[in-house]
C-alpha cells in the first residue's frame, strides 16, 4: 500500500516531453544551510528518513552555486566539472555523480548538457559546517531553472517541492533548506503534506518567541568529519535502539506542534537538547561506536545549563553530527546573550572562531542570463 503510494508520487516528478530546446546557458541560486530541532538520522534506499525531522532555515550560512551549461554531441554519460572558490575539486566529483545518477530519471536532459558548478560558501570550508544541505539544494535549484526554461509549465510551488525532491537525493537535510523559516521532512499524519519525499514548510501557527530566532555557531572542532553522515545513518540499520528512536522523534514532532504555537520556551529547550544528545547517544551506542563531541563541547553545554540556572535566560544548545555547538535563543535575548558568548563560550572555540547566525526564509535566485 504504502510502497504504491510511493511510487504514485515518485511518478509525478518524471517529466513528460520537453516544450523547448536550450543550446546553452547559466543560473545562480544561494540556499541557505538549516538546524534541525528534531533530528533525521537513519535512513533506506532511495534517501527515505525513517523519521520525520524539522529544522529552522539559517540566513547567512549559505552556499552560491551557478551551474553553466551548454548542449553537447555524445549523451552517454553525465559530463561536468566543479569548482570550489574558482578551484577545481576532483575531490566533490563522486558525490555529485552520486546525486546525477540518482536523479537522472527525473532530469531526463542530464546526459544532453556539459555543466560547470561554480559554488562557494559564505562560511569557511573547514569550519566544520556541512555544505551539503546549502549546496546540493542550490544545484538542484539550478536544475529546476533549467527544466522551467524546457518546459515553462512548471508552477512555482511545483518548482519548490521538486527542487526539495531533488535535494533530498543529495543529501537528505538539504530538502529542508529551500524555504523557511520551519520546514519539515517525513511522513507525519498530524503534519498535513509532508512527506518522505521532499520537504514542506511548517504548516501551522508560530509563536511570536520563535519568530528571528538567533543560532551561534560555536566552531569547536573544524577537522574533517569522523564519521560521513551517510555510514553515521546507516549504522541506524541494525541498531538496538532504533526503533525506539524513530518512535521518540515522530512523539517530540508532535509535541513541538502546542510548543510552538504556544511559545513555551521551556517545553521547547526540553525537547531540543534531547534530541540533540540522543543523536549523540546513537552515535555512541551504535556498531562501531563514535564520540563526536570534544571535552569542549561538554564545557560549553554545562556553561548554558549554569547561565540557565543563574539567569532564567532562554538559552538552549543542539548538535549536528559533530563536535560544534548551536547556541539557540529568542531575539530578545540577543544583548544578553552575546555578552554570555564573548565572555564564557569563545574561550571553548578553535581559534575563538564562531558564526552568528539566526533563522531565514529560504533560497534566492540571484541572476539569469543566456
Ligand atoms: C545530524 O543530510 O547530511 O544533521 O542524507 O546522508 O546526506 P545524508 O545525510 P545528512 O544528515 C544530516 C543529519 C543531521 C541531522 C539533521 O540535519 O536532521
Known amino acids: 500500500m504504502f510502497e504504491d503510494f510511493l511510487k504514485m508520487t515518485l511518478q509525478d516528478f518524471i517529466p513528460k516531453a520537453y516544450k523547448n530546446s536550450i543550446k546553452k546557458g547559466s543560473y545562480t541560486w544561494s540556499s541557505p544551510s538549516n538546524i534541525a530541532l528534531v533530528k533525521y538520522w537513519g535512513k533506506r534506499d532511495p534517501q527515505i528518513p525513517e523519521n520525520p525531522s524539522i529544522s529552522f532555515t539559517l540566513d547567512h550560512c549559505k552556499?552560491?552555486?551557478?551551474?553553466?551549461?551548454?548542449?553537447?554531441?555524445?549523451?552517454?554519460?553525465?559530463?561536468?566539472?566543479i569548482y570550489l572558490d574558482g578551484d577545481k575539486k576532483e575531490s566533490f566529483k563522486p558525490k555529485i555523480e552520486t546525486f546525477f545518477k540518482r536523479v537522472a530519471d527525473y532530469l531526463p536532459f542530464l546526459k544532453d548538457y556539459h555543466f560547470v558548478i561554480e559554488t562557494s560558501n559564505s562560511f569557511p570550508h573547514s569550519s566544520g559546517i556541512a555544505s551539503s544541505a546549502s549546496g546540493m539544494s542550490a544545484l538542484s535549484?539550478?536544475?529546476?531553472?533549467?527544466?522551467?526554461?524546457?518546459?515553462?509549465?512548471?508552477?512555482?510551488?511545483?518548482?519548490?517541492?521538486?527542487?526539495?525532491f531533488l535535494a533530498r537525493l543529495g543529501s537528505g537535510s538539504a530538502c529542508r533548506s529551500l524555504e523557511g523559516d520551519l520546514v519539515v521532512w517525513g511522513q507525519h499524519d498530524a503534519i498535513n503534506g509532508s512527506s518522505d519525499l521532499y520537504g514542506v514548510k511548517y504548516p501551522f501557527e508560530v509563536h511570536e518567541n520563535f519568530k528571528n530566532y538567533r543560532d551561534t555557531i560555536l566552531l569547536v572542532d573544524k577537522g574533517e568529519k569522523q564519521v560521513s553522515s551517510t555510514v553515521g545513518h546507516n549504522l541506524m540499520h541494525d541498531h538496538p535502539f532504533a526503533k525506539?528512536?524513530?518512535?521518540?522523534?515522530?512523539?517530540?514532532?508532535?509535541?513541538l506542534i502546542p510548543?510552538?504555537?504556544?511559545?513555551?520556551?521551556?517545553?521547547?529547550?526540553?525537547?531540543?537538547?534531547?534530541e540533540a544528545l540522543t543523536l549523540h547517544a546513537m552515535m555512541m551506542t551504535s556498531m562501531p561506536y563514535f564520540i563526536l563531541m570534544?571535552?569542549?563541547?561538554?564545557?560549553?553545554?554545562?556553561?548554558?545549563?549554569?547561565?540557565?540556572?543563574?539567569?532564567?535566560?532562554?538559552?538552549?544548545?543542539?548538535?549536528?553530527?559533530?563536535?560544534?555547538?548551536?547556541?539557540?535563543?529568542?531575539?530578545?535575548?540577543?544583548?544578553?546573550?552575546s555578552e554570555f558568548i564573548k565572555n564564557e563560550l569563545v574561550a571553548f572555540c578553535q581559534k575563538g572562531h564562531y558564526i552568528s547566525d539566526r533563522i531565514g526564509f529560504g533560497a534566492n535566485q540571484l541572476t539569469m542570463k543566456n
Open 63 to 81: 552556499t552560491t552555486t551557478t551551474l553553466s551549461f551548454s548542449k553537447k554531441q555524445e549523451k552517454n554519460d553525465f559530463s561536468f566539472e
Open 141 to 164: 535549484l539550478c536544475l529546476m531553472s533549467i527544466e522551467k526554461e524546457l518546459n515553462e509549465d512548471v508552477s512555482d510551488a511545483f518548482f519548490i517541492q521538486k527542487a526539495s
Open 244 to 255: 525506539e528512536r524513530f518512535d521518540q522523534a515522530k512523539t517530540n514532532l508532535e509535541r
Open 259 to 274: 510548543i510552538l504555537k504556544e511559545g513555551d520556551l521551556e517545553a521547547f529547550i526540553k525537547i531540543v537538547e534531547s
Open 294 to 337: 570534544k571535552p569542549n563541547t561538554l564545557e560549553i553545554i554545562n556553561k548554558i545549563w549554569a547561565f540557565r540556572e543563574k539567569t532564567d535566560s532562554k538559552i538552549c544548545f543542539t548538535l549536528d553530527a559533530g563536535a560544534n555547538v548551536h547556541v539557540l535563543y529568542p531575539a530578545y535575548e540577543s544583548d544578553q546573550v
